[in-house]
């Protein structure tokens, strides 16, 4: 009897099924295992381009290959890059030295030790020290000189300096003024890390200036000079003339008239010598505190002494403040510009009007007065405007072309200032600007 004859027949069935199911499930398992495998080879082929495979052991090292084939090819351009950017420092860095060394101006780095670590050859030069190694500041530029004082209070208090003159001598002996710009730098924590300082030679442009200053002297001197020469001649070529004639005896006048000429001739060069004196020589200042409004009063009493000024009238405006001045150098400033007033409008038949007008501000912690005088004169030509305070020039036939000359003198000598303010065929405002505090 065979096996299956000791089995009974329900379970026979059951074993049967059993295999049935068995054999069922191991099927789809293995096409569902199947079906994954291929969607997953799918995927790759569609994402690389690695070559297709006979089986999997090939295809998962055709895909390592191609892996590595583009880190190789990454690792290249990365290499490439990386070559390109150190040759890119390596130019920039030899273009800053080749600048830095070439420069015509000093360039100095310290520590925060005070140790010069970096100094160009234009430095050596300027301060004429050859050697830095191992050295701090103080040793180099002396510990009293003022580069060495500002480069202490940079070290220390981080304190920038951006271009200011400074004087420094040389350990030969040289004077030499120079530029100097000074900024610290910090480290991480904000504290102050070492200093860098430029510094440009100044001597030669100061030389240059002053050699220029010079000769616009000697020009203005050549051109007062000439200016005086011909207020002389003229005067000097009236006074022989009337005295010719008094000597000739050729007098159809009274002698007493033609004596009056000649004083009159002498009282004008006299008022030109005084003039000039005054302009040229430094002025010296007996300061008290002036009330500018009756110093222009009294001028203008003074001048309505001429005939022709008699029906000028007189306008105040504003408010004037006592100002710290010299009473008598204030009084002749104040009666040239009242003059010039005057002759501006002189021709008109009443005499005209002169408004005077003060008002006080406030300008850099100091307070100021500014006297604002108009006339309703003929105006001063455009041309002419930049040449009015130059001395002798005049628009005058009887002119010396020293009023506002003297009355810039004296303005700029109290510590103020004089412009014409506006003019035109109307009139014309001359302002002048004084201050209230005590300051000369
Ligand atoms: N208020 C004014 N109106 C018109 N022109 C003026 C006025 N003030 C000055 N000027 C012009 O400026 C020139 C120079 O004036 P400045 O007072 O220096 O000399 P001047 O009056 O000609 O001669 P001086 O004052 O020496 O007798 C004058 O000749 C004139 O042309
Ligand atoms: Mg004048």
């Known amino acids: 009897m065979g096996p299956a004859s000791h089995l009974s027949k329900p379970r026979l069935s059951l074993l049967i099924g059993s295999s049935i199911m068995l054999v069922g499930l191991l099927g789809l398992g293995f096409y569902l295992l199947h079906k994954t495998f291929q969607e997953q080879r799918a995927d790759l082929d569609l994402s690389s381009k690695s070559p297709r495979v006979e089986n999997e052991a090939t295809f998962a090292m055709a895909t390592m290959q191609g892996v590595i084939a583009r880190m190789k090819e990454q690792e290249r351009e990365l290499t490439g890059l990386r070559r390109a950017a150190e040759q890119r420092e390596r130019e920039s860095t030899r273009i800053s030295e080749n600048i830095i060394r070439e420069m015509p101006s000093g360039l100095m780095v310290f520590n925060r030790q005070g140790f010069i670590t970096a100094a160009n050859p234009a430095v050596r030069t300027l301060l004429g020290v050859d050697t830095w190694s191992r050295r701090r500041y103080p040793e180099i530029l002396g510990a009293d000189s003022s580069l060495a004082t500002q480069i202490r209070e940079c070290l220390e208090t981080g304190k920038t300096t951006t271009r200011e003159t400074i004087e420094y001598t040389t350990p030969r002996g040289d004077v030499r003024l120079l530029g100097m710009s000074l900024s610290s730098f910090h480290g991480p ?87 000039f004196l005054a302009v040229s020589k430094p002025l010296q200042l007996t300061a008290s505190q002036v009330s500018p409004k009756e110093i222009l009063l009294h001028s203008m009493e003074d001048l309505q002494r001429v005939a022709d000024f008699q029906q000028v009238v007189l306008k105040f405006e504003g408010e004037f403040a006592p100002v710290e001045g010299d009473e008598v150098l204030l009084r002749q400033a104040f009666s040239n510009i009242l003059r010039n007033a005057c002759e501006a409008q002189c021709p008109q038949n009443d005499g005209g009007s002169i408004v005077i007008r003060g008002e006080t501000f406030r300008r850099g912690g100091e307070d100021f007065l500014r006297i604002l005088v108009s006339d309703a004169g003929k105006g001063i030509l455009p041309t002419d405007r930049d040449k009015i305070f130059v001395p002798f020039f005049t628009t005058k036939p009887s002119g010396s072309g020293l009023g506002l000359a003297l009355v810039q003198k004296i303005i700029l000598s109290h510590g103020g200032l004089v412009t014409l303010e506006s003019s035109s065929s109307q009139g014309t405002t001359f302002a002048m600007v004084l201050p209230l505090a005590h300051k000369f």
């Open 189 to 275: 924590g904000g504290e102050v890390d070492g200093a860098v300082c430029l510094l440009s030679d100044l001597t030669e442009t100061r030389q240059l200036q002053e050699q220029i200053r010079l000769k616009e002297h000697l020009a203005a001197l050549g051109a007062m000079s000439a200016g005086i020469a011909h207020e002389f001649k003229n005067s000097l070529a009236t006074i022989s003339g009337y005295a010719q004639m008094l000597r000739d005896g050729k007098l159809s006048y009274s002698d007493h008239e033609f004596a009056e000429r000649i004083v009159m001739e002498i009282r004008s060069l006299t008022r030109v010598v005084t003039d």
